[in-house]
């Protein structure tokens, strides 16, 4: 006797493989999604990167006090009033290189020892080297590409980095307990001859895969920096 499937068998097994068959577009659509996250994390990654990068740059080239390897805080054009430097005798007293908070100390935040400006114009030169200050990275392009030592997996992924001023309204109190706090607005593109404390480094990365754009912004304030005390032997 030969012996062969019932017809039970045989309708339970093509409904397995149907159940199966029905399964797979939904695995597919899964790996898409996966597929998808995956690049878009990279490309988050590689923004990220790149605003790290840029942010540790100077705020402005004429930040930098050449004699004392620290950088100053500077004078602004159009800025808050109460963020300027306090004015009360001659400016090469030790008490108007200061701003409100600010400390007269050798290692400590404060201004110049006379007046000195931002830097109006950035170098918009498309290869300007070496850059001097995150104002160089005003309109430039920066593509990755997918393959060497990277390894992205979405090939000519490009980013466009923007440098804006932005105004500063600072508003203090001293009760009960000394604060300030201050407001971010009115966007302008750097190249604008009116400097504020305050710019907006913004990196617009496009993902050729996914055919999105992604924007990632981040501010730089003119606050100047203390230098870090070192022990000598």
Request: glycine content about 4%; hydrophobic content about 35%; overall charge positive.
């Amino acid at each position: 006797m030969k012996r062969g499937f019932s017809l039970i068998e045989v309708v339970f097994a093509i409904v397995i493989i149907a159940i199966s068959l029905m399964s797979v577009p939904m695995m597919l659509k899964q790996s898409a999604k996966s597929e998808e996250f995956s690049i878009i994390q990279e490309v988050i990654l590689a923004t990220a990167t790149k605003m790290d990068n840029i942010l540790s740059y100077p705020w402005d080239k004429n930040s930098y006090d050449t004699t004392n390897k620290i950088l100053r805080t500077l004078d602004v054009s159009s800025g808050d009033s109460e963020l300027a430097r306090v004015v009360t005798a001659p400016l090469s007293t030790r008490d108007n290189n200061l701003r409100v908070g600010q400390i007269y100390k050798s290692k400590r935040r404060r201004f110049f020892d006379y007046s000195t400006y931002t830097s109006k114009v950035p170098d918009t030169s498309i290869n300007n080297s070496p850059k001097e200050s995150i104002n160089d990275f005003y309109n430039k392009t920066f593509t990755i590409s997918g393959s060497g030592a990277y390894d992205y997996k979405d090939s000519g992924m490009s980013m466009v980095s923007k440098i804006y001023y932005v105004g500063d309204s600072a508003t203090y109190s001293q009760a009960p307990v000394l604060s300030a706090s201050i407001g971010i607005s009115s966007t302008t593109p750097i190249t604008n001859i009116n400097s504020t404390n305050i710019k907006m480094i913004e990196i617009n990365a496009t993902s050729p895969m996914l055919n999105k754009s992604l924007i990632l912004r981040s501010y730089m304030f003119n606050i100047g920096q203390s230098k870090l005390l070192t022990r000598t032997k």
